[in-house]
């Protein structure tokens, strides 16, 4: 159970990172061209904030049920469980929080001011995922898939 976790975890990743790519490079498109965003581009909107809480539901039982994630204060002196334990976690809660922060503010503001703050908002999150995921290359590194 806990490896099929951890690889839909980690396939989900690449359709969250491409939603969110195709929603900035559209919000931008958008804002540049001053035309209304809300009306192409809602559900792409939406499968981002879909896959971004599906990703989070996911991470949340891998948090609670992963030996890499250890619960003492030891854990703290070890950068690898440091990073499973606090920054890895506290970053993609703070990107899902950006995430359904700029999809619920551009629902309420309208197609005309939508793509700006889609394009803000997503970009935001979009960098601090790419900074808290464990890439293969890095120490705590997890594998591509």
Do not use: C
Not at 26 to 41: G, R, Y
Not at 52 to 74: C, D, E, M, N, R
Not at 117 to 135: E, G, K
């Amino acid at each position: 159970m806990y490896q099929g976790l951890v690889h839909a975890h980690s396939g989900i990743r690449w359709i969250l990172l491409l939603f969110l790519v195709l929603s900035i490079v559209f919000a931008l498109t958008k804002w540049i061209a001053k035309k209304p965003f809300w009306d192409d581009h809602k559900k792409l909107a939406l499968y981002t904030f879909i896959s971004a809480h599906t990703q989070l539901l996911l991470g949340l039982i891998l948090y609670v049920i992963s030996p890499k994630v250890i619960f003492s204060s030891v854990a703290m002196k070890d950068s690898v469980t440091r990073f499973f334990l606090v920054e890895h976690f506290v970053g993609m809660i703070i990107a899902i929080i950006a995430i359904s922060m700029g999809y619920i503010r551009a629902k309420k503001q309208g197609p005309e001011n939508s793509a700006k703050t889609i394009f803000v908002y997503f970009t935001v999150a979009l960098l601090i995922i790419l900074a808290s995921i464990p890439w293969p290359a890095m120490p705590y590194g997890a594998k591509w898939f």
